[in-house]
């Protein structure tokens, strides 16, 4: 069964930077595609970025793309959002979602993390 853990979050300052951590196991199948969400209160689920293990391919929504980068380490199954100059509006709750397959962008996940807590002070 596939499982995803995020760490990394965490009450910051503006203008802070936080890396996010999704460590995944549990796939069957080397190709895979990891994305990362958030859910601020009140707000709908938004998706933010994801990488594919077979072609490497990424996609960062552009609201973020200036400040977020996603990158993947494959020996230790990890997926890693490295977020910068952060805003009051980066507070969410922030999830790693996994599916078999291909390519980025991705907007169908099957597996879900937790999720960790971004509050971002002003």
């Known amino acids: 069964e596939v499982q995803l853990v995020e760490s990394g979050g965490g009450l910051v300052q503006a203008g802070g930077s936080l890396r996010l951590s999704c460590a995944a196991s549990?796939?069957?199948?080397?190709?895979?595609?990891i994305g990362w969400y958030r859910q601020a209160p009140g707000k709908e689920r938004e998706g933010l970025s994801c990488?594919?293990?077979?072609?490497?391919?990424?996609y960062i929504q552009d609201s973020v793309k200036a400040r977020f980068t996603i990158s993947s380490d494959n020996a230790k199954n990890t997926v890693y959002l490295q977020m910068n100059s952060l805003k009051p509006e980066d507070t969410a709750v922030y999830y790693c979602a996994a599916i078999y397959g291909s390519g980025c962008p991705r907007v169908w996940f099957d597996y879900w993390g937790q999720g960790t807590q971004v509050t971002v002070s002003s």
């Open positions: 990488i594919s293990s077979s072609d490497s391919s990424t």
């Open positions: 549990g796939f069957t199948s080397a190709d895979y595609v």
